[in-house]
């Protein structure tokens, strides 16, 4: 199952910090302390240049490259984009990628203990930002000894991170990646996200959000919002394509309030899936950062947020079909970007798929962020990672085993 | 990392369309430029790489972009119709045009667009004016291709015929004032200036604002 192209068996990794001293957030509110989930793929050269940083989007985890276990049937997120000779090439580069603050995969979220109670946050977890995801971001950057990433890559969220990092913490990053992304979340998509929690308050086994321990959760609540989220992946033309006016199992119509057709049993499958994996209350958490991001704050002028970012060199990429993250939000950042004077490549890829493209229109993305990152390692004379296989520091000590790993799953 | 060595300069300034070798040579060692409509990046490249230039490009097919990215290029997707206007005043030295310029709807408004972010503009255009052109049309009565670019008059995009004649007027009009000019027959330079529009199959003007 793990092919030489993989970057073969992975462990994941914590960093806990803001135990003494609370981590600040930006509605004023502390917390502490946290710990972050994180994973690294590929190796640190010498003088720690070669630094990728991942983001994920909502509903991702650290877990973007490799495997688990040698028998894990799917392997991290982004796994065809991270790896020996892939768009991000683990050969050249030092992969990371982290959880998110408020997520449910390993870093402080809602479902955590919360220190002063022994139980779980619940509600009582404060509501973060994108801007604190970030800070918590460059807390395991500095744990890492990285003074600058070069570059940071994601999608839909993920490219809200990347854009934050970009806007506000310009010294810390040669390049950004953003895909899929805006930089405000729109109307439209704070109402979408308004109807996934209100499945979620709905559901009465909510309570709340105080139902850890329980044997009930918001299931119910928590399929619904991600069967909202899933129509808004996809388009009508993928949708048509994928499945059409199909029926499930069945020869004619039931006349029934059963699941009858393709695309009911696709969003049902997927509702249900995704509670065994994710938290009610991490949706509700995560989603909420996503609607308060907004760059043009507080001047109202996106070019602003960018004035100190001119160094910054950014590939900006969007998707024809995307109707969530429509192409002219990115169109507007590459328009501010320019008129910043920053080094700006720009691409609206063709595409029936809608915002999922970004994970799937493989072959088209690799040619760019490989050819894009391999401009930039020569721009900025970024040396290649050592090629045997040595520990760079601590932090490493899962990466070193990785090849003996690999070819024993093999 | 390796990378393959660069060409030497000579070959690969030889490897360029004509039309784009005569504007490699117009632009100084060391400059900002923007090459608009920049196709695969063939120019930009060499711009890049042999004279130090610190360029961008504009290009609106998605071929293009991907093939200029793989060339190491900064370029946006864009459509140049829509003007410039995220382009700050002033903002580079050369903006370059390179046989695009038939094919766009508001010539004027481009070239003053190509001036106000560049303290020049070169632009290049084949001509309709050569003989050959001249003589289809008087012989076989149908409009003529014009020998350095592939298109009939029915191909997407549609194009507008004009002649180094046309342009020069235009430019007048325009306020726009011409101060460079190289003629090319079908691929080679010629120095005869009085009957260029009948011998030149492409033209490539330095431009600057009239004063």
């Given at each position: 199952m793990i092919d030489e192209r993989s970057v073969g068996l992975v462990k994941p990794q914590f960093l806990t910090f803001a135990e003494d001293e609370p981590m600040q957030l930006e509605s004023g509110a502390t917390l502490g302390p946290v710990t972050i989930a994180y994973e690294t793929y590929g190796r640190l050269n010498a003088e720690r240049s070669n630094a990728i940083l991942i983001v994920h989007a909502l509903s991702g985890s650290a877990h973007a490259g490799g495997y688990h276990n040698p028998d894990d049937r799917k392997p991290g997120w982004w796994d065809e984009c991270?790896?020996?000779?892939?768009?991000?090439?683990t050969d050249r580069y030092f992969v990371i990628c982290s959880n998110v603050l408020?997520?449910?995969?390993?870093?402080?979220?809602?479902?955590?203990?919360?220190p002063t109670t022994g139980k779980p946050y619940g509600l009582g977890f404060p509501v973060v930002t994108i801007g604190d995801m970030v800070h918590a971001q460059i807390k395991l950057i500095d744990h890492l000894g990285?003074?600058?990433?070069l570059c940071i890559a994601g999608g839909s969220m993920g490219g809200m991170q990347v854009l934050e990092w970009a806007a506000h913490h310009p010294q810390r990053v040669k390049a950004t990646i953003p895909l899929a992304t805006t930089a405000q979340h729109s109307p439209m998509l704070i109402a979408f996200s308004e109807v996934g929690r209100q499945a979620i308050y709905a559901d009465p086994n909510w309570n709340n959000g105080d139902y850890y321990g329980q044997s009930v959760k918001p299931d119910a609540g928590l399929a619904v919002a991600r069967m909202v989220g899933h129509i808004t992946y996809l388009s009508e033309e993928s949708m048509q394509q994928k499945f059409g006016r199909k029926l499930r199992n069945l020869e004619r119509y039931g006349y029934e309030f059963e699941t009858e057709f393709e695309v009911e049993s696709y969003l049902k499958y997927n509702g249900n899936s995704f509670t065994r994996r994710f938290d009610a209350n991490s949706y509700l958490y995560i989603t909420k950062a996503m609607d308060y991001f907004d760059l043009t704050q507080p001047t109202g002028s996106l070019a602003a947020a960018f004035a100190n970012s001119t160094a910054v060199k950014f590939l900006i990429v969007s998707f024809t079909s995307d109707w969530l993250y429509p192409s002219y939000h990115s169109k507007r950042l590459v328009s501010a970007l320019t008129a910043a004077g920053a080094d700006v490549t720009y691409l609206d890829i063709k595409s029936s798929w809608g915002h999922d493209a970004f994970l799937l229109e493989v072959d088209t993305m690799t040619k760019l962020i490989d050819s894009f990152l391999s401009r930039l390692a020569r721009e900025e004379n970024i040396a290649a990672p050592p090629?045997?296989?040595?520990?760079?520091?601590?932090?490493d000590a899962a990466e070193t085993p990785l090849a003996a790993q690999a070819g024993a799953a093999m | 990392m390796s990378y393959e060595p660069a060409p030497r300069s000579d070959e690969a300034m030889a490897a360029l369309r004509p039309d784009l070798r005569a504007i490699a040579e117009m632009v100084p060692v060391g400059v900002r430029a923007l090459d608009l409509?920049?196709?695969?990046?063939e120019l930009l490249e060499y711009l890049t790489v042999h004279k130090q230039v610190k360029g961008r490009g504009i290009e609106l097919s998605e071929e293009g972009v991907l093939a200029c990215v793989r060339r190491g290029l900064s370029v946006r997707q864009g459509n140049l119709q829509e003007g410039l206007a995220d382009y700050p005043d002033g903002s580079v030295d050369y903006v370059i045009l390179s046989q695009t310029l038939p094919f766009l709807d508001d010539p004027a408004m481009i070239l003053h667009e190509m001036l106000r972010v560049g303290s020049s503009a070169i632009v290049s255009l084949p001509n309709w004016g050569y003989w050959r052109c001249r003589l289809e049309l008087l012989l076989t009565g149908r409009i003529p291709k014009a020998y350095d670019l592939d298109q009939r008059?029915?191909?997407?995009p549609r194009w507008q015929a004009l002649t180094v004649t046309d342009f020069a007027r235009f430019c007048e009009q325009i306020g726009v004032q011409i101060t460079q000019q190289t003629y090319l027959s079908r691929g080679r330079r010629i120095h005869v200036r009085k009957i260029k529009n009948l011998r030149a199959t492409t033209a490539i003007f330095m431009l600057i604002k009239a004063e």
């Open positions: 991270i790896g020996p000779g892939k768009a991000f090439d408020g997520g449910c995969y390993g870093s402080t979220g809602p479902s955590s203990i919360n990285i003074d600058q990433l090629v045997e296989t040595s520990a760079v520091n601590d932090d | 409509g920049c196709g695969n990046g008059w029915h191909d997407s």
